[in-house]
């Protein structure tokens, strides 16, 4: 028996087989999967506030500093720099900056506590569990990595199209106009407005993808592993029957 199964035996002075430790031993993950989901939406709720008070501040130091310069220096700057100092800046430090640096913490904490009970219950099926894992995430992003790559020359191409439409339409706005090249600009220009969303939401995608791949491959390993072990004892018995 494993050191998880002898410990839940213990605690629930329960004699089980097989099965009904699997059975038991299902149910108590799943609880604490509904349970971990639960807590992480409070969690999150309080995040929300955490980063929109974060936010404030931010803004509050911009508002500060902008309304403390000098007359000159403060006309020096355009409505779009202000804007971007007190609106952008601020939210953009939150949501690309803050918040990812939080979720990289939390899932680090979470795995290392998996690692640790799973170490706990058996130390060697933890550790061909984590290298069947690690072989999988390698090979995975070797592939994942090239359509990466190539979706990221293509929003590159994209944007500098899109950045070349914009300086055409504000540049000659006025030639556009009296030539009646007005349709051809508009199609050209969402065109390439479409194909930079389009490839920025498949790197998105690529992204969110690997997660993906991390949470099979654990099912597929524990899935195996335990396919392993039910086939070793199957044979175990029949040879002690047979006394092979």
């Given amino acids: ?22 059975v038991l031993l299902s149910v108590i993950s799943l609880s604490l999967l509904i349970l971990k ?9 309080r995040f929300v506030k955490l980063l929109t008070d974060i936010e404030l501040h931010l803004t509050r ?35 690309s900056l ?4 939080i979720t990289l913490l939390s899932e680090i904490f979470s795995i290392i506590v998996l690692i ?7 130390f060697f099926a933890t550790v ?5 894992i690690s072989i999988i995430l390698v090979c995975s992003n070797k592939v994942l990595s090239k359509r990466s790559e190539k979706y990221g020359n293509h929003l590159l191409s994209s944007t500098l199209n899109l950045n070349n439409l914009n300086l055409q339409l504000y ?23 479409k194909d930079n969303a389009l490839y920025g939401q498949k790197i998105q995608w690529l992204n969110s993808l690997f997660r993906y791949i991390f949470e099979v491959s654990i099912l597929i390993t524990a899935g ?6 039910r086939s070793e004892e199957h044979t175990s018995e029949l040879q002690s029957r047979f006394g092979i």
């Fill in 1 to 22: 028996n494993s050191r998880i199964e002898n410990l839940l035996k213990d605690l629930l002075n329960l004699n089980l087989n097989q099965e009904q430790f699997i």
């Fill in 37 to 45: 989901n639960t807590a992480s939406a409070f969690i999150n709720l």
């Fill in 61 to 95: 130091i911009m508002y500060g500093k902008l309304t403390n310069l000098d007359i000159r220096t403060f006309y020096r700057l355009t409505a779009a720099e202000q804007q971007v100092a007190l609106t952008t800046l601020p939210s953009r430090i939150t949501s």
């Fill in 98 to 101: 803050i918040l990812p640096t």
């Fill in 116 to 122: 640790s009970f799973a170490l706990y219950a058996s």
């Fill in 128 to 132: 061909t569990m984590l290298l069947c």
């Fill in 171 to 193: 540049k000659g706005y006025r030639e556009t106009i009296i030539f009646n090249l007005r349709s051809k600009l508009d199609k050209s220009y969402f065109d390439a407005r």
């Fill in 224 to 229: 195996l592993m335990s396919f392993i072990q």
